[in-house]
């Protein structure tokens, strides 16, 4: 049972995700709640799973000369060290903190979508 549960929840992550949503905004939540998954854990493994996929969007995205490397390195050097950073920091945060901080970044996400949406809304009725 719970490897069709996890297989759901993987391809709506993976649905979401190439739709530009963010699968982690399913796959997160999903995990926690429905397979009891400790936040850290939860999280961890979306970060996991994002690696192949960046790799294969690399190469494709290269492939099609949508990449451009001039000026890439000031922007993969700070990314890598906060990223690492962020890792170390979460690591360090009480589970039920970080699972109040991932809510309000949700919020935060969903309440950017919707301005954006409305933005948009209102710029095809003029």
Not at 30 to 49: E, R
Not at 116 to 122: E, F, G, N, T, V
């Amino acid at each position: 049972m719970s490897f069709i549960v996890v297989m759901l929840l993987a391809a709506a992550a993976g649905l979401l995700g190439g739709m530009g949503m963010g699968g982690g905004t399913v796959l997160i939540p999903a995990l926690t709640i429905f397979l009891g998954v400790p936040q850290h854990v939860a999280q961890a493994a979306n970060l996991f799973a994002f690696l192949p996929m960046a790799a294969v969007s690399l190469k494709i995205h290269s492939a099609n000369g949508l990449v451009r490397t001039r000026g890439a390195l000031p922007v993969i050097i700070p990314a890598v060290l906060l990223s690492v950073a962020g890792a170390l920091a979460a690591s360090f945060t009480p589970p039920q903190l970080l699972k109040r901080l991932f809510g309000a970044f949700l919020i935060v996400l969903a309440l950017k979508q919707l301005y954006d949406m409305r933005s948009l809304l209102k710029g095809k009725k003029q």
